[in-house]
């Protein structure tokens, strides 16, 4: 696992917070020179200690555990991805009309 403290911009869903979700909502995109930039998705600890021991494609970044997710050409097509992973929450948590159990109050 490597230790990531170059370029990097960390971008988390908006919707956060409203929805009661965790940490895998939290993207980074790395800057590894002016045409390659990699996405990474946070891991929450579970996933993260399944995978730990297997999975070569797992950083540290701030101490926290991401996956590598693609590599892509220039900031704004990665950051395109990161928005469309975003979409696809909204669309999952609206289809399934989604509410975290500690979150409810009903």
Known sequence: MSEYHKNVQKMIYPNKEKYGLDCSCVYLIESVDEDNFIVFRALPEEEFQSRKDTDDWIIKYENDPYLY?????????????????????????????????DNQND
Do not use: C, G, M, Q
Not at 74 to 80: G, K
Not at 82 to 101: G, P, Q
């Open 69 to 101: 997710l693609s590599n892509l050409p220039s900031y704004e097509l990665a950051e395109v991805a990161v928005k469309s992973y975003w979409k696809a929450i909204d669309e999952l948590v609206t289809k399934f009309d989604y509410k975290r159990s």
